[in-house]
């Protein structure tokens, strides 16, 4: 039996920017998709802490050191610049491997989305 369990987790960084006329996804830093251990196409739940949407999207990367939390497309409507975000991507194991598995929780800085 598989069961899917957390597998990376970016907590508390805030919307930097939200392009409608992008054709969809989130654009994340780069060293943040690293530190997570997230690459790039993975799909990805984005929880807004402001509003209590929740949406599903995949990931693209953006510029490193950069900060970027972009919303793209469709999704740019459920977020505004500053709201913060809890972005969670989840994997699919067996139970004895999922009891042993850790999985990679960033946090980022609260003011600029960088690693500190």
Known sequence: M???VVKSKIHSVKVAGANLDHIGSITIDE???DA???IQG???QVVNNNNGERLDTYV???P???GEITLNGA???KVSIGDVLILITYAFMD???AKVFKPSLVFPNEVNNLLN
């Open 64 to 66: 490193r050191n950069s």
């Open 95 to 97: 139970i004895e491997s």
């Open 2 to 4: 598989q069961i899917q």
């Open 36 to 38: 997570a251990n997230i």
């Open 31 to 33: 060293d943040l998709m």
């Open 42 to 44: 993975e799909k990805i």
């Open 60 to 62: 693209i990367p953006g």
């Open 75 to 77: 999704a740019a409507h």
